[in-house]
């Protein structure tokens, strides 16, 4: 190794450098490795340019030799004549080969010139490997001489690619560590703007809250004040009366369908036979699903002609029941008794109606409302809870990342500067 970036110097310093301290702003580190590695790639040209000025000759020295391999017949004919065209094949191909391949190497005076440099000797040297290989025993029996000297020229030539390979992997290196450096800041600076961003989050959702519980509050107290009002205490009183009246109800419906249940079947019957309008089928339809349903004062006459029809289609035998007296006796019952049905659900639907108009008095909506909005405020206000709580908790996990971050940034920098940086982070 040479130029100091080899382990040998390193090994030979007698005397360690003791490592300095200094305080630094977080925006200086970019500057930092910019000049180290301005320094470095100096170094880096001037050593890489060393390494081809002394390759330039040894790769001459090759040039020369295969120039005189070219002039030397290797007494071929001596040889056998298959022997002899394989030789003639070898040595031409591995001559041309390497004077094609033997241009002088390019200046070095920048980064780029070192790039095309490596690139271009890497080359020259897998062509010469290459070739020599392939025609190794041509060479090594009946070109002897040349070969020693081939060889001996080509080791230094691989020695030299192999320090100089080295030297850039050492200043790559360098490159790859700067660029965590860098990303070890940018990711601190990202944190710490993302806790930045985060507590803000908390500062205003913190200011929503109370303005959430106040809304619950006020809605509470509505709803206190609607229900201490005679109003609200006669629409619940009025509500029990609706119970009541759902019961009762309840009754008058058993009570018709108790009826009409008794001639079911020949009304179910007449449904197929009948000739009615459209809109007394439809009664004619009612009666045997919902007799309540029908039952009413505008109806009365068009359920006596259906009562009549049916009990008429029994008498004639049109509808067939096992007792025909029977059945007409119940039609002819349920006939006068619906004068008695429609005004019994009259009284109960004039009843209803008062009920209903009392519960009017009283806008229950408001208390449905001001409910709906205490449960939109309260699942509200348990989310943004939940936020703060999430915040926090990405805000702490933050906190624990950055001092890592800092920590490995400060050791890399320490490592590839020799200088015990301490970052001032603001």
């Keep these: 190794m040479v130029f100091g970036w080899g382990k040998k110097q390193e090994e030979n310093t007698s005397e360690k450098v003791e490592k300095k301290e200094v305080e630094i702003q977080f925006t200086e580190i970019e500057k930092i490795l910019e000049d180290m590695h301005k320094l470095r790639e100096n170094t880096l040209v001037a050593e890489i340019k060393a390494f081809r000025n002394k390759m330039e000759p040894e790769k001459n020295e090759v040039l020369r030799i295969v120039n005189e391999l070219e002039k030397d017949d290797l007494k071929m004919d001596q040889m056998d004549p298959h022997l002899q065209g394989l030789v003639k094949r070898g040595k031409k191909e591995v001559i041309s080969t390497i004077q094609n391949n033997s241009n002088e190497f390019v200046s070095i005076s920048s980064f780029t010139d070192v790039k095309e440099f490596e690139s271009e000797s890497n080359r020259m040297l897998k062509k010469f490997g290459d070739v020599l290989g392939r025609h190794s025993r041509v060479i090594h029996i009946f070109a002897k001489k040349y070969a020693k000297q081939l060889k001996k020229y080509l080791e230094v030539l691989n020695e030299y690619h192999t320090e100089i390979d080295n030297i850039i992997s050492h200043f790559k290196k360098f490159d790859d560590d700067s660029n965590e450096i860098i990303n070890y800041k940018n990711k601190i600076i990202e944190l710490r703007n993302d806790n930045a961003n985060f507590e803000g989050k908390i500062t205003k959702i913190n200011s929503s809250l109370s303005e959430i519980e106040q809304s619950i509050k006020s809605s509470d107290s509505k709803i206190l004040e609607l229900k201490s009002t005679s109003e609200y205490l006669e629409y619940k009183k009025t509500e029990t009366e609706v119970d009541d009246l759902m ?28 000739s009615l309008e459209k809109s007394q089928k439809l009664i004619l339809s009612k009666l045997e699903s919902d007799p309540y349903d029908v039952i009413h004062e505008k109806n009365k006459s068009d359920l006596q002609l259906i009562l009549d029809s049916v009990c008429k289609n029994v008498i004639s035998g049109s509808i067939s029941v096992k007792d025909k007296d029977k059945t007409v006796e119940q039609i002819t019952d349920i006939k006068s008794s619906l004068p008695e049905l429609i005004s019994m659900k009259n009284r109960f639907i004039e009843k209803s109606e008062k009920i209903k108009e009392k519960l009017s008095l009283f806008d229950h909506s408001k208390i449905i409302n001001l409910n709906n909005d205490i449960k939109k405020n309260s699942d509200n206000l348990e989310n943004n809870k939940s936020k703060i709580i999430e ?36």
């Design 247 to 274: 019961k009762e109800e309840k009754k008058i419906k058993h009570e018709i369908i108790e009826h009409f249940t008794k001639i079911s079947r020949p009304i179910h019957k007449y449904v197929y036979i009948s």
């Design 391 to 426: 915040l926090n908790e990405l805000i702490k996990n933050n906190e624990k990342e950055v001092p890592k971050l800092i920590f490995n940034l400060e050791t890399d920098l320490y490592r590839i500067t020799s200088t015990k940086y301490v970052i001032n982070w603001g």
